[in-house]
Structures are given as structure tokens and as C-alpha cells.
């Protein structure tokens, strides 16, 4: 990441001028630091989603009663004079009573139907107590589940009672009859809508909810007492459905002013521009707007529903306007269920707000039921006053001189509205209110493109924006649209779906039924289309396929796996990656898209991506591959080939830097090894009978007493951090412990049979010294025993097996494995295992009885019975060796109590009778078995784990995944357009950098006046430390006050500075290896630690030496044929000696360039592997050229040479720039011994300072064969470095001692004894290091102290 341009706004220029120069920082780049490394990988949780409608409801039959006995006040009623007088717009005085009540009821009705055209109406004018009952029993019984609606008005009869009744008539008009609010409720049922158009209307309410109490009461009575009346009847639905809309409160009156009509309530639930309009003339403001009369208002042209006239408009406006303030006022459930769930119900509440409005101005309050909070008062309402204006002042003129009608500005304002919201506001606020108006506008073709804009942008800030714009009720209006064939909104819709999909994937189904997928398709296959918007298309369609036959038929028909497999080659990686994604998908379980991939040879298409240069898109076509042969569908010897083929394509990535590959890749093995289940059981039976066999040279039979003394003088090593990755950490282990677990050892590695005694029980499974799997104790292979096959198999003549040629598929496949379960990340080597564990546990299940073996012989012998006491057998049939034999390693654990009483070891083999002689549980197995059934339920331990027969938990499932397609996926549901923290220059996270970078500016500057004064003495003791483990490799941080030391598994952080200890954890290698190098990498920024051990592993940790707990970012094998057993004896302290013999090994030797992100790896091979931490894959392999190890490198990023020293004391320079067979541009040869270091300067002319064994520090200009400069230093060397800056070496010596050289080759110091503590002589140097700035001079000596010498103090 280069950030030329924001050089300027670097803190550059708050520096003093001299230091200005110093901001180099900017420009490194960062390794490691990808999402893929810092999250975990894991899809999302699913949002619980809210806004589908479960219950979406219809209104379908609507009874309208209205008693108004025209002509007859009501006795309790006193009218004004004038009064208001119109019913549904119709003087009822101004015609005969009877034609003037069936006009008023067949208006009523038309104006429902403008809300409901398609429901059954039912009017009932004037109606007794019959009437009613006939009418609301015979609706409710038509609408079955669905809504039905009651319309009450009853201006022509008394105001409802206390008691809950409302007035109907007796058959001749003489007598007003009371219909109680219960009958009414049992007739109506549930769910009802009841509008009730009178005064004192809030009583109704009031006694409506009474009565439904009641009702609840009764009913939990009768469930209790089945001798009540109630109990034998059909249950009474219950009235929380029941939605009701009164005119007014309990006590209110409705108003009479003559200016309005009588049934107001009505008017403004049924026609509510018109009562809106002559509402808005009757204020003073209108006044405002001259010539706008009462009589003009009933001239708007237009019709409500066309939304391109000003009526419509004002229509459609007003819709926007109520539906957003409900929005905003409504809590969302509410919402949900009044505004969006029934049609005509969401209608007549836009319009009840209105209604709350009006009428509040005349001192009646409307009530509703579920109550609302007021929304009377809400701002929105002026943008309606402000709309009704501007229309209404051109009606004049467009009535009188037909002038064109302006359309209102009011979607456009509010759309920028919108837009300043999303520009802006900041992180946490409010949702914009005018969300619900950027769901009308998309009716609009004219703001369409302008609001899809928009909402993307609003999509874009995350999940919980989707989830709001879901619940407002998108969806229909963006599935509708996916229908337009408009070109410029395919990128705008591409990328909404995008969205939505990425948090609710469930959507799949409705863009399959609405024909959605063709759209995506479309799209994905238009070459002019840019990479992006094909990106978003592909991944909704790997959504839409994605566990979903439907989806992935319907796909296939639509040419999906052609148009993916011709992108696949594409410029852009995400487009790369989401293509395989989805053709991976398609195949899942779908084997006709399996076949059409087959013909396409889809297979060989995807092989050239598992060498891409981005992980994630070499996972994906893992991931694709995997499912591409994990078909369970029936084989032909066609499909086997391929299944072979794509095999042994996916076994070249065993060693892919990246550990999310690898993590695919076994999954993807496993795949196929439940295809060929029969056929892994053959191997893995061959290969456990062999590991038996084979007694493999390890650490336990060659560990000679000398190498082992640091351990025993050594106090109980101290507790190590627990470490995220590990969960099985060691802990204090007592020398007791340790030579009893030894003795163990070397019993059982040399084959001796072994009885289960208790001494042999407290040594654990060797397992959990490396995996950090709690599932350990369950597993068949423990990771010795799966270590050991891994060994045998690399160098064993193993052609000689039975029944399986040795170099089929099926054995490559499983080596691959056995290496995986090996791997230095312990997510990898968990699944690995997982894998290889269950197939040992078919075949041990599967093999018969007559394949136990006597201990002793290899001859066949008669079946042991399972009640036999023999507790000797050891069995070919795949158990490890006895727990006893995998015996806790040196230092790393703390033997475990013996489980379940002691009576069975931890690692339970199958078909060895146990102490208590019952048969092991594997016997209850029936022969043949689904490979993943649980099998029976255990009998002896069904106690403590019946749930988990056979430790079933720490074997595989059939759907093995990684989670990282999820976890991809998240990558859409993420802000996209956002501006990553890191570029923000207010950030939090931009000025942490930038006073670190500031920080090591004024580190470089003065260690620089330091050095440049001259270093004339280097003996100040400033730090000394004992360290837990004998100190192997130490590193100084450059810019912290900080220091690593490793010894042979586990690291140590110091503060030199406070003298205090920071953090001590383990590093996860084997026993068998130990840590040979180490390297900060991102020195300068955020810290990582990259370890590197003998058996070619790289491990890279963060979150270390602060208070949380080190994390592995990253880990894998940097050189593979570094295998333990070239390595000779197992070396503690002795290395030292053998070198000047020029005997063992380098172990591994690492360099870094930061500035290119390149890792330099050599060691005991015979090439210098290159790798690119960008790509997290190898480079290049440089031949060394030599037949010996290399023991030091050196490069030098501006002239890409690499300085090698090699074991045979050459040293060698290489060019990388140029081809395998001449990259090699010199070689001096004029070291006689081991070279300890090979040190190549960073300046333009930068030397090469080489060092041996014997002493002889050797000066070589790059262009000349010969040395120009040799200096004789100590003899014995076993440790010396080279300060970068300040031109002095230090040489530590067996001999127990440090001398420390200026480059002329004067000793300025000799270091013999540590300060205070009575001058105590130092120990034999096992390692030191020079501050890459400061003159400090670190040192570990095998006394497991740790100091650091520097120079004088008047100089620093």
C-alpha cells in the first residue's frame, strides 16, 4: 500500500527539519495483516429476520350498518342549527329518507372500494338486532381465517351505553333496541376490524376490551373445570386480533360545524384528500393562496390512482407521508402489523392519522385500538401542507387557461433530504426518516435511478441498514424491478440484491420463483459489464444455488457453469474467487450439474487457480474441486478417473502457505475419502500394521543422559501463558515425573510388551503434547503414532505391502493426510485428524478379529476373546502403541490423572479387553455400519458418555466445512464504499501509527548519533535475567524496549528496560524440533512474531508481550524436506560441539525484507526457498549448489542478492533475478570450517563479512574472488553477530566467554563474568544478537541467563 498522496498529510511536517527525511515508514508494506489473519474465519450469525409477514392477512368481507333514521334526531342528542349535515358527501335532506339512506350506503361502499375493490360488501341500512346477527355470522362464516370488517355509524340513534352497547332499531322504527358488544364480538369472531362513526365512541373500546378479558377469564376457568358450560363448546377465538378505530373519546362529541360533513371520521378514513383539501381552505393560511375556493378544490383534474395528475400526486404524496411518519413514530412491530399486513387495513390507518389530525383541531380526539402514539403534531405534516400548497396555486390557471401542471418538488427534496442524511451523519444516530419515501419513489420512473442510488448507499453501512430497509418493505418493490430491462439500473440492482442476500440469504427462494436468477445471469455473462457488478451478480447467484435444489436446477438450466467457467481466468480476484465459490456450490449434492461440469471439463479449467496468487481464490477452487468429487451419486470408471485426476491436482498443495487453503484442501480430501471409504480402510490398515513394525529412529532411544542434565538441575519450569491456538499447555513438570515418563519410553519404543499398570497410567496421551484438540483422549491414531506412519512412509520400502499397489491414488492421498495431521497450524492438524481417525476407526471396526497379532510374533493367531485377561496383545489392527508408549513428551506436559477410575487408559484401543475384562465398547458395533451413524448406545459407560459411542465426537461428520464461504460472504454485508479506518486521517488507528512511526524515527535518529560518535567500549551491564528455558535464539524488537527469547519450544519476552518478564508461551512445535530462528516481522508498525523451527515449520504469533493472550496468525511448513530423521541425534546444548566438528545440523535459517514482503528460508536442504507473504505462496527455489547445509543468510532487498553460509565453509552470492541454473554469481571458498555467520552489507557497496568456526572473520568486496580484509578472532565459536549500523562484531565462545571487536579488529571489550551476584563466571554462549539501532549487545548463555551489555553510559 503505497500512500504517496497522503505523504503530505503525514506528521512529516511536525518534525524538526532534520527529520523530516525520516518517514520512510509510510511506504513499507504490512505482512499478515489481511482480514484472513485477524478474523476469525466464520460466516456471520444469522439476523433473526423480522420483516416477512407470517400472517399476511386480506380483508375480504366488509358489513356496513348504518342506522341513521333520516329525518329523526336522537333523543339524547341536541343539534346546532346549522348542523353538519352530509353522510358520505350526500345531503340526506335533500331526497326522500328511504332513496336518501340507499344512496348514502351505496356511496359509503364505493368508497371502501377504492381501498378494497375486490371484498364482498354487505350493507345493512337501518338494521334491527337479527339483521346484524344473519349478516356478521354469515361474513365470518364466507371469510373462514381471513379479516372481516365492521363499519358502524350511528348518528341516527342513541350514544352508546356504560354497559358496552350500541343502538339498532325494532323491526318498525318505534323503539331503539340496545346490541351488546359481546354478542357482537361472538358473532364477528376474530380477526375483525370494527370503525365505529359516532360520538362517545371510546366507550365502545373501553367495554370491548372488558368483554374480551372476560371472555379469557372464562376460558382459563373452563380448561380448568371440565364440568363447566364452556368447556364442552367450540373455543371462542380469541379478540387479540381485533383491531378497532372510534370517532372519538368515551366523553366527546362529534363535531357540528356546518362546514364539515356530519360523519367526518368516515370521510377521512374513506376520502381523505377530499376532506384534506377543504380542511386546509378552512384554515386562515389558506388564504395565502388566492383564488382557491371550495367549489375549485372539487375541479382538481386527475383520478386518484394515475399518478402523473395532480390528484394522483397529491395522492401519492400523501400516501409517502403517512406511511413515514407511522415509521417513525410506530415501534416496529406495530408497524409491521398495521401497515404492512393487510391492504385495506394499512390504508384506513394512513388515513386514521389524517383523521387524528382533523380532528383534533374540533376538540375530538380519535382512538384506536391497538393505541397509537400521536402523531398529529409530527413535522412531516407541514411537507404535506407545503405540497397541498404548491398544487392548489396552479389550479386557477390550469382550470381557466389549461396551462401544463408543475409537478410537486416534493419526492426530489425529499430524496436530498435523504441524501444528506447518508453524507452527512455520523455512525451512531437515527434512522433516516425518509426511508418509507425512497420506498414510494422507486414507483417513480422519473426519480427510479436517482433513489436506487440511494438506498445502495444506505445498504452499504451494514446488516442492520438492510434489516431496517427489509422491514420497511422493500423487497416486493426490488423484486418487481428485477423485471425492467432498463441497462442503467442492472449495476444499482445488482448491488442491492448484493446486500440483501449477504444478510438474508432465505430470499434464494423468492428470486427462483419470480424467475430473479435470469436477471443475475444476464448480467454475469455481459462482457461490458465492469468486474465488480459481475462479482456481486456471481455471489448472488452462489447464494441463490447455495443448499437449495430448486435454485441450483433452475441455475443449471440457466447456463450458469459455462457462463462461470468462462470467467474464471478473469483480471479481477474476487470475480475469480465467488465463480469457483458458485460452481462449487452448483455441484453439491447435484449430479447432473456435476456431469455438465464434466463436460465441460470444469475440472481442468479450475486447476490453473490453485496456483492464483490471492489464498482466498486458491480456496475457492479447493473448495470447488472438493465438491466437484464429494458426490455420492453411483461411480463409473469414467468419474473415478476424474475423482483420481482432481486428487492428485488438489495433493500439490500440502505445502500452500496459506492455512486456509490447507484447511479447504483436507476437507476437500475428505470428501473424497467418504467416496472411498473401502478403499482408505485398505491403506490405513496397511499403514498401521507397518508403523507397527517399524521401529522409526526417534528422540526417545537415542537421547543420551548428557543431553538431558540442563532439564534435571533445572526448578519446576514456570507456568506458561495459556495460548489461544493451544489448548493442552505444558506445565510445571518435576524430574520425578520426567525420567519415569522416559524410562516408559525407551521400554516401549523398543517394543517390550507393556502391562497396564498405574505407573504407566499417569503418563497422558501424546496427542495433546502438539494438537490442541480437546476431542484427544477419543482418538484411535494419536499424533505419534500418525507422526511415526508420516515417517515411515517418507523413507521405508514400504512396496513390499499386500493387497494395494503402494503408489496408488488412495496412498498418496493418504500420506497427504499424515502430513496435514502434522501441520504447525492446529486447525489444520485437527481436521486432519478428525479425518484420519475415523477412517482408522472403520477399519479397526471393519477388520475381523483374526488380524490381532501376538505381541511378540508377526505370525496369525486364533482370535483373542474378548473376555480373555490378556492384557499383552498388541494388534496390527490399528491401535497406537499402548497409551504408555506415546508418553508425555520431555517438558511439555503434566501427566493427566487416569480417566474413568483408572481403569482404561486415555487412548482406548479397540479389541483390547480392558482390565475389568469386558469387551471394548467397539464390539457392540454391528459389521457393517453407515460410515456415520453413532452406533449403539454404550452399555459399561452409558453413564458418563452415551451419547458419544466409541468417541464419535472427535471424528468427522459428512459435511465437513471451513466456513469460508461465509465468512466470504461478509465480505457483502460489510461497508464497501466506506473509507477504511486505516485511511481516515482522524482515525484512532491512523494516529497510533503515526506516533509509532514517529517513535522509530527518533529511535533511528539517535541510536545514529550514538554509533556515529564511535563505540569505544561495550561492557555495561544493563540487563541480566534468568530465563525459563535455556536461551537458543535471541531478537531484539528495533523500536520497543523489548527482547525475544527462545529456547527449544517456547518464547520469552523481556522488557530490558523495567527488567521485567512480559509473557513466556509455548510455540506448538513436536518434541523432536526446536526453534531456530526468529524474526520480527512489521517491526516498525504492528508487531509480529515469526518463529521458525528444524523441521522446516514457520509459525507467526501476535498479541504478544501485552496483556492478551499471543494468538497464531498464521502458520506453515516453509521447507518440507527438512525431515526429522536427516537430522541425526536429537541436539539440546550439544549442537554447539558438533559444529566445530562440523557435524548435525543448521536447523532452519531465515532472513526477511520487509520492504518486499519476501521471507528468505534455508536450512538443512539443499535450495533457498523464497516465499511471498502477499501470496502466502513459494516463489522461488534457489539451488544452493552445494552438498551441505546452509547455517546463515543474508539479502539485500535494492540489489536482490541473497549471501548464503554454508556448512562446508563456503559462502555463497545469488542472485535472484535470474534463472535457477545461473543465479549463483560467486562463490568464496575460503572459510576451512562451518560458517557461523554470513552477514551482507545494506549500503550500495555494501560487503560480505563472513565468520567460521575457527574464528576467522573474512572481509569480500561483491566484484573481486578474494577476500580484502581477514581479521582472527576467538577459537570455539558458537554464536556471533554483526551490528548493522555500528560497524562491530561480538564473538561468544564455549570457552565461556564474549569479546566484542571494532571493524579494524580491536577487542574493545571481553565480557568473562555477571555484574553483582559475586561475579559469577558466565556460562558457555549459546546465542547473542545486536540491537538492529542501539550498541546492545544481547546474550543467552546455557546457564539459562539472559543478559544485555552496552556501551558506556555518558554515551547513551
Known amino acids: 500500500m503505497k500512500m504517496d498522496s497522503e505523504l503530505l498529510l503525514s506528521p512529516a511536517i511536525f518534525l524538526a527539519e532534520e527529520e523530516e527525511a525520516d518517514m520512510s515508514d509510510w511506504n513499507l508494506p504490512l505482512a499478515f495483516m489481511k482480514k484472513r489473519h485477524s478474523e476469525k474465519i466464520e460466516g456471520s450469525k444469522a439476523l433473526a429476520q423480522s ?61 371502501y372500494e377504492n381501498w378494497q375493490p375486490r371484498a364482498r360488501y354487505k350493507q345493512s341500512l337501518d338494521p334491527t338486532v337479527d339483521e346484524v346477527k344473519k349478516l356478521c355470522t354469515s361474513l365470518r362464516r364466507n371469510a373462514k381465517e381471513e379479516r372481516v370488517l365492521f363499519h358502524y355509524n350511528g348518528h341516527g340513534v342513541p350514544r352508546p351505553t356504560v354497559n358496552g352497547e350500541i343502538w339498532v332499531f325494532n323491526k318498525n322504527y318505534t323503539q331503539y333496541i340496545p346490541l351488546s358488544v359481546y354478542d357482537l364480538q361472538t358473532w364477528m369472531g376474530s380477526p375483525s376490524i370494527f370503525v365505529y362513526d359516532c360520538s362517545n365512541a371510546g366507550i365502545i373500546v373501553k367495554s370491548f376490551k372488558q368483554f374480551a378479558l372476560q371472555r379469557e377469564q372464562e376460558l382459563e376457568v373452563a380448561a380448568i373445570n371440565p364440568n363447566h358450560p364452556l368447556a364442552q363448546m367450540p ?111 394499512a390504508s384506513l390507518f394512513r388515513n386514521f392519522l389524517l383523521a387524528e389530525r382533523i380532528m383534533r383541531s374540533y376538540n375530538c380526539t380519535p382512538v384506536s385500538s391497538p393505541r397509537l402514539p400521536p402523531t398529529y403534531m409530527h413535522a412531516m405534516w407541514q411537507a404535506w401542507d407545503l405540497a397541498v400548497d404548491i398544487c392548489l396555486s396552479q389550479l386557477p390557471t390550469i382550470i381557466e387557461e389549461g396551462t401544463a401542471f408543475r409537478h410537486s ?82 449495476p444499482l440492482l445488482v448491488f442491492i440484491w448484493a446486500k440483501i442476500l449477504a444478510v438474508d440469504s432465505s430470499c434464494q427462494a423468492d428470486l427462483v420463483k419470480d424467475n430473479g436468477h435470469k436477471y443475475f445471469l ?66 453439491q449434492n447435484f449430479d447432473s450439474a456435476r456431469w455438465c461440469g464434466v463436460r465441460d471439463s470444469a475440472h481442468e479449467k479450475l486447476y490453473s487457480l490453485l496456483s492464483d496468487p490471492i489464498p482466498e481464490v486458491r480456496c475457492a477452487a479447493v473448495f470447488a474441486l472438493g465438491t466437484f468429487v464429494g458426490n455420492s451419486a453411483e461411480r463409473t470408471d469414467h468419474s473415478t478417473t476424474i475423482d483420481h485426476n482432481v486428487a492428485m491436482m488438489l495433493a500439490q498443495l500440502i505445502n500452500d502457505g496459506s492455512p486456509v487453503v490447507r484447511k479447504e484442501l483436507v476437507v476437500a480430501l475428505s470428501h473424497l475419502v467418504v467416496q472411498y471409504e473401502s478403499n482408505f480402510c485398505t491403506v490405513a490398515l496397511q499403514f498401521m500394521e507397518e508403523e507397527k513394525n517399524y521401529a522409526v529412529p526417534s528422540t526417545a532411544n537415542t537421547l543420551e543422559p548428557c543431553n538431558l542434565t540442563p532439564v534435571r538441575d533445572s526448578p519446576a519450569i514456570p507456568r506458561l501463558r495459556s495460548v489461544n491456538s493451544y489448548t493442552n499447555i505444558r506445565a510445571a513438570t518435576t524430574a520425578r515425573n520426567l525420567n519415569k515418563s522416559l524410562q516408559n519410553l525407551n521400554l516401549n519404543e523398543e517394543g517390550g510388551p507393556v502391562a497396564f499398570s498405574p505407573g504407566n497410567l499417569s503418563t497422558s496421551s501424546s496427542a495433546s503434547s502438539t494438537l490442541g484438540s480437546p476431542d484427544n483422549d477419543e482418538y484411535i491414531l494419536s499424533f505419534e503414532t500418525i507422526d511415526k506412519m508420516r515417517r515411515v512412509s517418507s523413507y521405508s520400502s514400504l512396496n513390499s505391502l499386500i493387497g494395494v499397489s503402494f503408489n496408488s491414488v488412495y496412498t498418496q492421498i493418504w500420506r497427504v493426510l499424515l502430513h496435514l495431521a502434522a501441520d504447525p497450524f492446529p486447525e489444520v492438524s485437527d481436521l486432519a485428524m478428525k479425518v484420519l481417525n475415523s477412517i482408522a476407526y472403520k477399519a479397526t471396526m471393519n477388520a475381523r478379529p483374526q488380524r490381532i497379532l501376538d505381541s511378540g510374533s508377526l505370525t496369525q493367531s486364533a482370535p483373542a476373546s474378548p473376555t480373555s485377561k490378556g492384557a499383552h496383545i498388541h494388534q496390527a489392527g490399528g491401535s497406537p502403541p499402548m497409551p504408555s508408549a506415546s508418553s508425555s513428551s520431555l517438558t511439555n506436559e503434566v501427566p493427566k490423572p487416569p480417566t474413568r477410575g483408572g481403569e482404561q487408559p486415555p487412548t482406548r484401543p479397540p479389541y483390547t479387553p480392558t482390565l475389568g475384562g469386558q469387551a471394548p465398547h467397539s464390539h457392540q458395533f454391528p459389521r457393517t455400519r453407515k460410515m456415520f451413524d453413532k452406533g449403539p448406545s454404550g452399555s459399561e459407560q452409558a453413564g458418563d458418555d452415551a451419547d458419544d459411542p466409541g468417541g464419535h465426537k472427535a471424528y468427522m461428520n459428512a459435511n465437513l466445512s471451513t466456513g469460508l464461504c461465509d465468512w466470504s460472504a461478509k465480505y457483502f454485508a460489510q461497508p464497501v464504499m466506506k473509507i477504511p479506518e486505516e485511511h481516515d486521517v482522524e482515525s484512532q488507528v491512523r494516529k497510533e501509527r503515526e506516533w509509532r512511526f514517529l517513535r522509530n524515527a527518533r529511535v533511528r535518529k539517535q541510536s545514529q548519533r550514538i554509533t556515529q560518535r564511535g563505540v569505544t567500549r561495550l561492557d555495561d551491564q544493563i540487563f541480566i535475567n534468568r530465563n525459563p528455558g535455556v536461551p537458543s535464539v535471541v531478537k531484539f524488537h528495533p523500536f520497543n524496549p523489548c527482547i525475544a527469547v527462545a529456547d527449544k519450544d517456547s518464547i520469552c519476552f523481556w522488557d530490558w528496560e523495567k527488567a521485567e518478564r512480559l509473557d513466556y508461551f ?209 577459537k570455539g565459536l558458537t554464536a556471533l553477530d554483526i551490528h548493522p549500523q555500528a560497524n562491530l562484531f561480538a564473538c561468544g565462545s564455549m570457552n565461556q566467554f564474549i569479546a566484542v571487536y571494532n571493524s579494524n579488529g580491536d577487542v574493545i571489550s571481553n565480557i568473562k563474568y555477571y555484574d553483582g551476584f559475586m561475579g559469577q563466571r558466565i556460562g558457555a554462549i549459546s546465542c547473542l544478537a545486536f540491537h538492529p539501532y542501539w550498541p546492545h549487545l544481547a546474550v543467552g548463555s546455557n546457564d539459562y541467563y539472559m543478559s544485555i551489555y552496552s556501551a558506556e553510559k555518558r554515551l547513551r
Open 409 to 490: 418538488p416534493f419526492f426530489a427534496e425529499q430524496l436530498t433530504a435523504f441524501q444528506v442524511w447518508l453524507t452527512m451523519g455520523v455512525e451512531n444516530r437515527n434512522p433516516p426518516e425518509q426511508l418509507p419515501i425512497v420506498l414510494q419513489v422507486l414507483l417513480s420512473q422519473v426519480h427510479r435511478l436517482r433513489a436506487l442510488d440511494l438506498l445502495g448507499r444506505f445498504l452499504d453501512l451494514g446488516p442492520w441498514a438492510v434489516s431496517l430497509a427489509l422491514s420497511v418493505g422493500i423487497f416486493p418493490y426490488v423484486l418487481k424491478l428485477l423485471q425492467s430491462s432498463a441497462r442503467e439500473l442492472r
Open 235 to 345: 373455543l371462542p377465538p380469541s379478540m387479540k386480533n381485533c383491531i378497532q378505530l372510534a370517532a372519538c373519546e368515551a366523553s366527546e362529541l362529534l363535531p357540528m360545524n356546518p362546514d364539515l360533513p356530519a360523519d367526518l371520521f368516515t370521510s377521512c378514513l374513506t376520502t381523505p384528500i377530499k376532506i384534506a383539501l377543504r380542511w386546509f381552505c378552512m384554515q386562515k393560511s389558506a388564504k395565502l393562496v388566492p383564488g382557491v375556493t371550495l367549489d375549485l378544490i372539487e375541479k382538481i383534474p386527475g383520478r386518484l390512482n394515475d399518478r402523473r395528475t395532480p390528484l394522483g400526486e397529491l395522492n401519492w404524496i400523501f400516501t409517502a407521508i403517512t406511511d413515514t411518519i407511522a415509521w417513525n413514530v410506530l415501534p416496529r412491530d406495530l408497524f409491521q402489523k398495521l401497515f404492512r399486513q393487510d391492504l385495506l387495513v
Open 1066 to 1274: 509455548y510455540n506448538g512445535n513436536p518434541r523432536y524440533t526446536r526453534i531456530t530462528a526468529m524474526e520480527y516481522l512489521n517491526g516498525h508498525d504492528y508487531s509480529l512474531l515469526l518463529t521458525a523451527t528444524d523441521d522446516g515449520a514457520l509459525r507467526i504469533w501476535k498479541n504478544f508481550a501485552d496483556q492478551r493472550n499471543p494468538e497464531m496468525v498464521t502458520a506453515w511448513q516453509g521447507l518440507s524436506d527438512m525431515l526429522p530423521t536427516t537430522r541425526g541425534l536429537a541436539r539440546r546444548v550439544s549442537i554447539y560441539l558438533d559444529r566445530s566438528k562440523g557435524q548435525g545440523g543448521a536447523g532452519m535459517v531465515v532472513d526477511w525484507e520487509q520492504e518486499t514482503g519476501l521471507l528468505m528460508t534455508s536450512g538443512d536442504v539443499r535450495v533457498i526457498r523464497i516465499w511471498d507473504t502477499e501470496r502466502e505462496m513459494k516463489v522461488q527455489d534457489i539451488p544452493t549448489g552445494a552438498d551441505s547445509c546452509v547455517t546463515s543468510l543474508s539479502c539485500d532487498s535494492q540489489r536482490s542478492l541473497i549471501a548464503a553460509g554454508l556448512g562446508d565453509g563456503s559462502v555463497r552470492l545469488y542472485d535472484r533475478r535470474m534463472g535457477a541454473n545461473e543465479c549463483r554469481v560467486m562463490t568464496y571458498r575460503e572459510h576451512s570450517s562451518w560458517v557461523v555467520k554470513a552477514h551482507l552489507q545494506k549500503q550500495t557497496d555494501g560487503k560480505v563479512i563472513s565468520v567460521s568456526v575457527d574464528g576467522d572473520v573474512r572481509f569480500f568486496e561483491l566484484r573481486s574472488p578474494d577476500s580484502v580484509n581477514v581479521l582472527q578472532t576467538v
Open 51 to 111: 420483516w416477512r409477514m407470517k400472517d399476511r392477512m386480506k380483508t375480504v368481507s366488509v358489513a356496513l350498518v348504518l342506522c341513521l333514521n333520516v329525518g329523526v334526531d336522537p333523543p339524547d342528542m341536541v343539534k346546532t342549527s346549522p348542523c353538519a349535515r352530509l353522510e358520505c358527501w350526500i345531503d340526506p335532506l335533500s331526497m326522500s329518507p328511504q332513496k336518501a339512506l340507499e344512496t348514502i350506503g351505496a356511496n359509503l361502499q364505493k368508497q
Open 522 to 587: 444476464s448480467v454475469l455473462a455481459d462482457p461490458y459489464m465492469p468486474a465488480e457488478h459481475r462479482t456481486m451478480a456471481v455471489f448472488i447467484l452462489a447464494v441463490i444455488v447455495n443448499s437449495y435444489t430448486t435454485g441450483q436446477e433452475a441455475c443449471l438450466q440457466g447456463n450458469l457453469i459455462a457462463i462461470c467457467l468462462e470467467q474464471l481466468s478473469d483480471p479481477h480476484p474476487l470475480l475469480r474467487q465467488w465463480v469457483a465459490v458458485c460452481l462449487g456450490r452448483i455441484w
